[in-house]
């Protein structure tokens, strides 16, 4: 990955159709772009229409700053490839330009996971996040690893790699309706002082009272080990 223009691939087992359409939609990039908030629906407008230029032809995308997205086939598959804009493009973004990478990376990895897995479902997320100033490490805290079975914050769940990057990971969860757990740490840096911690869990099915259980249950559990979380 070049540090100038990083080029993140994915490869999605469906055809390019279907993805296309999942990076087309609103309704289903509410499926898996970022997690639940207020302020989704602006954000999904604002990254994937206001400020986009398609090409349906070549199927590619170029988003806000220079940011393109193409997608070509790949067997069966799609392989999806998105190329950042170098930075200084937005001399006002590039403060954020790691942290757009790293959204990014998390974004892709949940689009395959809605695409192949859960096509069309609705999600309910959990998103929780604070400070590291000890450095540790989430997802071995968290005993994350092989596939396997794990005591995951008070609940036995069976789970298996997805993805591996180098500041976060993933893994589907058989609990939560077939769910995906995204967690990301990193030590104090010149960038963030405090280090950072996050956890997003994509959830398929949950009744209110089940989702918030798991929220109270992984915020105790993280501000246990990590100090406060933020409200």
């Known amino acids: 990955m070049n540090d100038e223009t990083p080029r993140i691939e ?15 939609d609103k309704e289903t990039i509410r499926h898996w772009h970022g997690w639940e908030f207020d302020g989704l629906d ?3 407008d604002l990254i994937y229409f206001d400020h986009m230029t398609e090409d349906p032809a070549a199927r590619t995308l170029s988003v806000q700053e ?11 598959g799609t392989r999806v490839t998105l190329t950042r804009a ?44 604070g ?11 968290l005993g994350l690893g092989a596939a396997g079975t794990v005591d995951l914050v008070g609940e036995k769940v069976t789970t298996e ?7 976060q990971s993933g893994v589907t ?34 009744s209110d009272d089940e989702l918030a259980d798991l929220t109270n249950r992984w915020r105790a559990w993280l501000t246990e080990r990590y100090g406060p979380l933020p409200e």
């Open 10 to 24: 994915v490869t999605i087992a469906a055809p390019v159709d279907a993805v296309w359409h999942a990076l087309r």
């Open 42 to 44: 602006d954000e999904i």
């Open 66 to 76: 220079g940011d393109v997205i193409r997608l070509e086939p790949d067997g069966d």
């Open 86 to 129: 170098p930075r200084g493009v937005n001399p006002d973004w590039d403060a954020y330009y790691d942290d757009i990478t790293e959204g990014w990376i998390t974004f892709l990895h949940q689009l395959r996971f809605a695409v192949e897995r859960q096509p069309g479902v609705p999600r309910r997320t959990v998103f929780l996040s």
């Open 131 to 141: 400070h590291n100033k000890a450095g540790r490490d989430l997802a071995r805290d």
């Open 161 to 167: 790699p997805w993805y591996r990057a180098e500041h």
């Open 173 to 206: 969860v058989d609990a939560w309706g077939g769910g995906l757990l995204v967690v990301a740490s990193s030590g104090p840096g010149e960038a963030k002082p405090d280090g950072v911690v996050m956890a997003i869990l994509s959830t398929y099915g949950l």
